[in-house]
């Protein structure tokens, strides 16, 4: 295990490969619903990755050492590469012609395959570090009332994968500071600067408290908050030479982090043939329809279970003007070299021998 900056660990080949392949295998076996990021983008932005490894084209996978995913350096890395793309291969030439000359020099066995990595790339459509964007659900001109949904999918300060969605109502006889405008046809949305501002602000907040937040919004009537949580990820990738164990560097400190640690420090100690690898998916949803508040997810408590004695009375005075309750749950997906283990509630997820 390499830390080569805070909260950062490098991954090196064949290592980054089998973590890498472990982690797209996995999204795909959990069968993410849409209140998560899309996973296609996020698979194609893995196997781009490897691809890149696997060429030679860069070294190195950073990975988040506390969620366990690959971390911004890595997730921009083939957004820049898709980027300069067309304008590479247009200074390259033909692929033919450098794959004829690579008995020549190394260089052009390099650019060849640089070539085909670009070519691949640029019908490749990858997972965004942040994007947000605004969407009509309805509007109703008479009454100047409009419903709108706001999604933001982005990496997050902490290392996690997140996509927020919020919806809410306006009546327009309330805009007095506009947080969401119409066009002249009433069919486009856009937020404005502040308000997407803040979004973007509180998108590390869970539901329940975003929710809070957002009630006192001027003009606003919130209706749903609901977030998709890709990670933490832990893995222990065994080395070539069979004795050493690469493992996710700073496992986080929750019920989770803590029982990883202890197979680790265990029974776990002595595995140096297959790799593993458990992800962890979330979703936290806060709405004015939920009939019961419920958690089976004892990685991150309800906000209520969280507060103290004396902030508890502020807590219920809060729940009770949004008139919003909480959702959450948890899963995973193990994966153990080749073998599959089903998803299951996380208060369950103690690795297994």
């Not at 691809?51 to 957004?79: C, I, K, M, Q, W």
């Not at 197979?263 to 790799?275: C, I, N, Q, T, Y």
């Not at 949004?322 to 998803?343: E, L, Q």
Request: charged share 30%; hydrophobic share 40%; proline share 5%.
């Amino acid at each position: 295990m390499t830390v080569v900056a805070l909260h950062t660990q490098a991954l090196v080949q064949p290592e980054a490969a089998t973590y890498l392949d472990l982690l797209g295998r996995s999204l795909h076996a959990a069968r993410l619903s849409n209140v998560f990021p899309e996973r296609r983008p996020l698979q194609q932005s893995l196997e781009t990755l490897a691809e890149s490894l696997r060429l030679g084209l860069h070294g190195e996978l950073y990975v988040d050492s506390r969620a366990g995913l690959p971390n911004l350096a890595s997730f921009t890395r083939p957004l820049t590469d898709k980027s300069v793309a067309r304008e590479s291969l247009a200074r390259m030439g033909d692929r033919a012609a450098l794959e004829a000359r690579a008995g020549e020099a190394e260089v052009f066995a390099r650019l060849a395959a640089k070539h085909a990595y670009y070519e691949k790339l640029q019908d490749r459509e990858l997972a965004p570090v942040d994007h947000q964007r605004v969407l009509l659900r309805r509007h109703d001109p008479a009454s100047g009332t409009a419903a709108f949904r706001i999604e933001l999918t982005k990496l997050d300060a902490s290392g996690v994968y997140v996509r927020l969605q919020i919806e809410l109502t306006q009546v327009s006889s309330l805009w007095r500071r506009k947080v969401i405008d119409l066009d002249k046809d009433g069919e486009t949305a856009a937020a404005s600067e502040a308000f997407r501002s803040m979004v973007y602000r509180c998108a590390d907040l869970d539901a329940e408290a975003l929710f809070m937040r957002m009630h006192g919004a001027e003009g606003v009537s919130v209706e749903r908050v609901q977030r998709g949580v890709i990670g933490p990820v832990l893995f222990a990738m065994p080395t070539g030479s069979g004795v050493q164990v690469i493992r996710t560097a700073e496992a986080p400190d929750d019920a989770l982090g803590r029982e990883w640690h202890a197979w680790s420090v265990g029974v776990g100690a002595a595995e140096h043939e297959r790799p593993e690898l458990l992800a962890a998916f979330a979703t936290d949803s806060a709405a004015l329809d939920i009939r019961e508040e419920r958690s089976n997810d004892p990685i991150s408590p309800l906000l209520r279970d969280r507060l103290r004695d004396q902030e508890h009375a502020r807590y219920r005075a809060c729940a009770s003007a949004t008139r919003s309750r909480c959702s959450r749950t948890a899963s995973s997906w193990r994966r153990r070299g080749s073998r599959r283990w089903p998803t299951r509630p996380a208060r369950q997820l103690a690795p297994r021998t």
